[in-house]
């Protein structure tokens, strides 16, 4: 039986905007868990994965370090940049335009309760859309995200992650670079990794892709893998 989960594109995004329609989105769902505890109740909890991309933006998680941002104010008003400190897990990291930056905001008791599998899922989502533009990629041991050339000296990063758990629900999640500016990069130590390159699809093709059909792709290797019924 496949899990009815709403699928929603916000496309271009602020930033701050997309993370308060995610807390609000989280907070419903954790309100509708605990009236079924204290209630004995057993009422159905949403599902959404939501993909969007954000204007030029770094976001630091919990754990980080601000001194991996290299930019200070007046570096970020040059590059038209905004940043962030946010409440997901891993260091700093950019999103941008040409970026796909997903959002599942799941119940995990809904599928599993394992953070570990959830993020393992996720990576592998993104490995079967690489492949599909034959591209080998993978994991690189003790880091979370999708690499290239894992196993040797030229590995590099093309999807990041970080989430967020509260009640067995998740927030925050992904950026696959598809289309996305790199020179970005150059202005932070990428998730507090700093002897590692990051990658595009474009730069990696050597063209432009269509957004639209890369999102089609990821979009249904996550519901084939999570085994969701897509709702639009």
């Given amino acids: 039986m496949r899990i009815p989960t709403q699928f929603i594109d ?12 995610q807390e609000d989105l989280l907070n419903k769902t954790v309100a509708i868990k605990t009236d079924n505890r204290n209630n004995g109740t057993n009422l159905p909890t949403p599902n959404y994965l939501i993909f969007n991309e954000h204007p030029h933006v770094y976001t630091l998680g919990k754990s980080g370090h601000q001194e991996n ?17 946010i409440n997901r897990g891993g260091d700093i990291t950019y999103h941008g335009p040409g970026q796909i930056v997903g959002y599942p ?19 592998e989502a993104v490995i079967l859309t690489l492949k599909d533009y034959g591209i080998a990629s993978g994991r690189y041991p003790g880091y979370t995200g999708v690499w290239l050339d894992a196993d040797n000296d030229k590995a590099r990063k093309i999807c990041a992650m970080g989430v967020r758990c509260s ?11 598809v289309n ?49 019924e897509l709702i639009q």
């Fill in 69 to 85: 941002l290299l930019l200070d104010e007046q570096g970020l008003k040059d590059k038209q940049a905004t940043y962030y400190k």
């Fill in 180 to 228: 996305v500016d790199l020179d970005y990069f150059k202005n932070i130590v990428p998730c507090g990794i700093d002897d590692k390159a990051v990658t595009s699809l474009e730069k990696e093709l050597g063209y432009k892709l269509n957004m639209e059909e890369v999102k089609e792709k990821l979009k249904n290797h996550i519901a084939d893998l999570f085994k969701m």
């Fill in 105 to 123: 905001i799941l119940d995990l008791d809904n599928f599993f309760t394992d953070i570990h599998l959830y993020l393992r899922t996720l990576e």
């Fill in 167 to 177: 009640r067995w629900v998740t927030m925050h999640g992904f950026a696959f670079n």
């Fill in 10 to 21: 916000w496309g271009l995004t602020d930033y701050q905007q997309a993370w308060d329609r």
